[in-house]
């Protein structure tokens, strides 16, 4: 149980620096470039994907979980992908802002969730790479990669994942563009992962 605690506290500390980072890389920014095509247009606002868009947050917090007591080695590779990703992202954000105007979302349940999204991001910023479809792409390639990982949990794992990405164009979050930067940025970040795995992570859960 202690474990587990160590475990869940660290998740949550890498959740919060990561929030920072996000969240706070967007005063530096400059004028943000517009990167709202015509794909995009062909992409119907559908505020109900809000409801998968927000699986994103259960599931970066409780897959990391699961994969460390399944295969500790991908798990160490995982969380520096994410460290990566979270560095990486954030230098590509303050290098190139983008971002694009966003609809109106209608006054049903799905769009006064849709709106309170929309808050979460004051200057709507930081869209090309996704930092929820990298994320996501990483927890696909860690559960393809955790043999030891039972079926139904890598499966629902990989659903949730591209229901999120999906999610990011129905919800007008993202751009097409941004949904495919993220993956070879993604790809990136797992090779640092292979090269520096996250061994203080497991030291420290471990006690």
């Known amino acids: 149980m202690k474990e587990f605690l160590r475990l869940a506290l660290l998740q ?3 959740l919060l620096c990561q929030s920072i ?3 706070g890389s967007e005063k530096f920014q400059r004028k943000p470039h517009n990167v709202y095509f015509a794909v995009d247009r062909r992409i119907p606002f559908v505020p109900a994907w809000v409801f998968a868009y927000i699986l994103w947050f259960p599931l970066i917090f409780f897959f990391p979980l699961a994969v460390y007591y399944t295969d500790r080695a991908v798990y160490l590779r995982y969380i ?3 460290i990566a990703d979270d560095v990486l992202s954030v ?3 303050l290098l190139y802002p983008t971002s694009f105007t966003r609809p109106v979302p209608p006054d049903t349940i799905s769009g006064f969730v849709m ?3 929309y808050r979460g991001s004051y200057r709507g910023l930081n869209c090309a790479p996704s930092l929820h479809c990298s994320q996501c792409y990483l927890v696909i390639l860690a559960a393809f990669l955790c043999s030891a ?3 139904a949990a890598g499966g629902l794992a990989v659903l949730i ?3 999120v990405v999906i999610s990011t164009m129905c919800t007008k979050q993202h751009a097409v563009i941004d949904v495919i930067s993220a993956l070879p940025v993604a790809l990136l970040c797992w090779g640092i ?3 520096f795995p996250a061994v203080p992570f497991a030291a420290f859960a471990a006690g």
């Open 80 to 82: 520096s992908a994410v």
């Open 91 to 93: 230098l590509i954000y």
């Open 149 to 151: 990982l039972p079926h």
């Open 21 to 23: 980072l996000y969240f």
């Open 115 to 117: 709106k309170l999204v």
């Open 161 to 163: 994942s591209l229901l």
């Open 193 to 195: 992962g292979r090269l």
């Open 12 to 14: 949550a500390l890498l």
